[in-house]
Every structure is written in C-alpha cells, then in structure tokens.
C-alpha cells in the first residue's frame, strides 16, 4: 500500500479511518484525525518531521475528533505548529469553530484550504463527494501522489462515480465501503461490480472505513487486487 493506516474501522469503531504517508521533504500528511489516531501519533516517533499536513475529508467525529489534541501535542510537546487543510472555505470555517470551542489559539496551527497546497508534489485536487445529508457539499475525498504512486483516496461516500476520473492504469483507490449499511456508505456488494472493472483496468482497489473487517475479507477474497486495508 502507498498509505500506511493508523485505523480502517467505521463510526462506532475502536480505530476510526486514518492514513499517512511521508514525503522526501520531512512531511507527514495525515489523512484525517480522530481521537484513535491521535492516541497512536503521540507513541510513534515524529521528532525527524519538519513539517504536518492533516487533510480533512469531512467534519464528523470519527474523522476529526482528535484533531484539536494533535494540534497541542505537536506545539507543545514536538513545538511545531499544524497545518490543518480543509477541502474549502466552508468546511474550513467550520473546522476553525470547532477547534475555538475545543479551546485550541490559532497561534497553535493554521488552517488553509487546498488551493494553498496546490503546489505540492504529492497534492492533486480535492473531491466532493456524496455522504451525510447534514454535511451536503462539505464532504470531499482527496487525489494525490504518494511515492510516485496515483493515490485517490475517497473519505466516506456513498459513490464512487466522483472519482473515477483520476484513476488511471498502475493507480490505487482507497474507498468507503460498507458490509451492511449503504445510504450513506458505498455497500461493498454494490461496489464489488466497479471494484472488478477497475481490476481489470489495472487499479488496486483498497476497503477502508469498514463496519465488518472479517466478512469484508471474505467477500473479496477471491479477487487478488481488492483488498481490505492493514494497519501500520
């Protein structure tokens, strides 16, 4: 995998959905930020970083619940400050609300939106996506460059037409999917037909975000390139 995972498991999970990824500069770029993922940042050793990146697909507490922790722990433990990326003004807004609740200074971190990053190696775009009904237009998945690898990672989502676009041949699709509740999650019996098309185009397709990670397993485990994502 060109992510390595801090979580794979859905809202009422113990390890909620988080991944990460280095770049040659120094950078840590961490996909999201709940409190499960907090707990393992502060026990993994982040000294040698230079610099953090923390992209925020959507503001749900499995996704953003231990953003504010890291924030402090990086400025006061590690004394850098945390650029939180939003997917757009909107959801940057709303990220700088809950993260003044929590009681975090702007002094601690910035908050940008993507058009501040469009210039990074590893930064393609963000992707709004379909999800919560409550969060209509502020959910976003993300395309990016990971060891010279075409990433697309979907954030929670109900479809993957959004992104279909940016895969290409030698790609990797890290997606949303659901073993029994859809609506708002892709359901892993109906993306097994775009998942099966996207093998056969020479796409390795990675679940993420799971409800069920024994069943999910044994849905797919007679298609080499679906996979269900491990642990760091």
Same mark, same amino acid.
């Given at each position: 995998? !060109?992510?390595?995972?801090?979580?794979?498991?859905?809202?009422?999970? @113990?390890?909620?959905?988080?991944?990460?990824?280095?770049?040659?500069?120094?950078?840590?770029?961490?996909? @999201?930020? +709940?409190?499960?993922?907090? %707990?393992?940042?502060? *026990?993994?050793?982040?000294?040698?970083?230079?610099?953090?990146?923390? /992209?925020?697909?959507?503001? *749900?507490? @499995?996704?953003?619940?231990?953003?504010?922790?890291?924030? %402090?722990?990086?400025?006061?433990?590690?004394?850098?400050?945390?650029?939180?990326?939003?997917?757009?003004?909107?959801? !940057?807004?709303?990220?700088?609300?809950? /993260?003044?609740?929590?009681? =975090? %200074?702007? !002094? #601690?971190?910035?908050?940008?939106?993507?058009?501040?990053?469009? =210039?990074?190696?590893?930064? #393609?775009? $963000?992707? +709004?996506?379909?999800?919560?009904?409550?969060?209509?237009?502020?959910?976003?998945?993300?395309?990016?460059?990971?060891?010279?690898?075409?990433?697309?990672?979907?954030?929670?989502?109900?479809?993957?037409?959004?992104?279909?676009?940016?895969?290409?041949?030698? $790609?990797?699709?890290?997606?949303?999917?659901?073993?029994?509740?859809? %609506?708002?999650?892709?359901?892993?019996?109906?993306?097994?037909?775009?998942?099966?098309?996207? =093998?056969?185009?020479?796409?390795?397709?990675?679940?993420? *975000?799971?409800?069920?990670?024994?069943? !999910?397993?044994?849905?797919?485990?007679?298609?080499?390139?679906?996979?269900?994502?491990?642990?760091?």
């Amino acid at each position: 995998m !060109a992510l390595k995972f801090l979580g794979r498991g859905s809202g009422f999970a @113990d390890k909620h959905t988080s991944a990460y990824f280095s770049t040659v500069n120094k950078e840590m770029v961490i996909i @999201d930020c +709940p409190v499960s993922a907090f %707990q393992r940042l502060k *026990h993994m050793e982040l000294s040698g970083y230079e610099k953090f990146y923390v /992209l925020i697909t959507h503001t *749900h507490g @499995d996704h953003i619940g231990g953003l504010g922790l890291f924030i %402090q722990y990086a400025y006061f433990v590690l004394n850098k400050r945390v650029t939180v990326v939003a997917p757009s003004l909107t959801v !940057a807004e709303d990220i700088f609300t809950i /993260l003044r609740i929590e009681g =975090n %200074q702007g !002094a #601690w971190y910035q908050i940008v939106t993507v058009a501040s990053i469009k =210039n990074k190696e590893w930064f #393609w775009k $963000a992707i +709004p996506t379909k999800h919560s009904p409550e969060l209509e237009g502020k959910c976003f998945g993300y395309h990016l460059t990971v060891d010279g690898t075409n990433v697309v990672y979907t954030g929670d989502t109900s479809t993957i037409v959004p992104f279909l676009s940016s895969l290409k041949r030698g $790609a990797i699709l890290y997606v949303d999917t659901s073993v029994y509740y859809g %609506q708002i999650h892709l359901k892993l019996e109906d993306g097994l037909k775009y998942f099966k098309i996207l =093998n056969q185009k020479g796409i390795k397709v990675y679940l993420m *975000h799971l409800d069920d990670v024994e069943e !999910a397993k044994k849905m797919v485990e007679q298609y080499p390139d679906i996979e269900v994502v491990e642990l760091a």
